[in-house]
T-cell receptor, first 115, second 112 residues
């Protein structure tokens, strides 16, 4: 198993450009999510999905779009990049287990700089 | 609002010098508390899940404990390879998001 994979590893954008961060998992996990990590602020949830065709907003969704057409893939789209979106982005996935919670597995991250 | 505070922010130990990292939390009903390890330039790596006060989990030199207000990650006789940032996160019972609320982490450096 490759686990959770993310591409690209690094990206530099100019203000106003758009791009898509890719995330894929091969563990057949229903739940997938996107976090951003900023110095001193911890990881914060952007969007999440509990299955194909089902997505919802997290704590900091503004400026980002997601869709989930398959179980394996969960891309994150930046509509019009802003310097405030400079961050490290992590995708995570887990099984859904009802009352109990299964651990989330994280990808290696995408380091994004917006100039 | 759920909150997680980790202390200290940074910790430097000599190899073999045991210590503990603290994670204080406030949450509207705890579903689970999670410990992750993060190496520079990498994604968080899952270590432990704790579900209820009094629970303990161990893995090699690491032991995690949980009370109703805080969790400790005890590191016994650490080695340089234990150097990393340790992240604590909580999940509340009342959220369908299954979102993790993370602390800012403790950066641990173990010197040989």
């Amino acid at each position: 198993n490759a686990g959770v994979t993310q591409t690209p590893k690094f990206q530099v954008l100019k203000t106003g450009q758009s791009m898509t961060l890719q995330c894929a998992q091969d563990m057949n996990h229903e739940y997938m999510s996107w976090y951003r990590q900023d110095p001193g602020m911890g990881l914060r949830l952007i969007h999440y999905s509990v299955g194909a065709g089902i997505t919802d907003q997290g704590e900091v969704p503004n400026g980002y779009n997601v869709s989930r057409s398959t179980t394996e893939d969960f891309p994150l789209r930046l509509l019009s990049a802003a310097p405030s979106q400079t961050s490290v982005y992590f995708c995570a996935s887990s099984a859904l287990a009802g009352v109990r919670y299964y651990e989330q597995y994280f990808g290696p991250g995408t380091r994004l700089t917006v100039t | 609002e759920d909150q997680v505070t980790q202390s200290p922010e940074a910790l430097r130990l000599q190899e073999g010098e045991s210590s503990s990292l603290n994670c204080s939390y406030t949450v509207s009903g705890l579903r689970g508390l999670f410990w992750y390890r993060q190496d520079p330039g990498k994604g968080p790596e899952f270590l432990f899940t704790l579900y209820s006060a009094g629970e303990e989990k161990e893995k090699e030199r690491l032991k995690a404990t949980l009370t109703k207000k805080e969790s400790f990650l005890h590191i016994t006789a650490p080695k340089p390879e234990d150097s990393a940032t340790y992240l604590c996160a909580v999940q509340a019972q009342d959220t369908g998001r299954r979102a993790l609320t993370f602390g800012s982490g403790t950066r641990l450096q173990v010197q040989p």
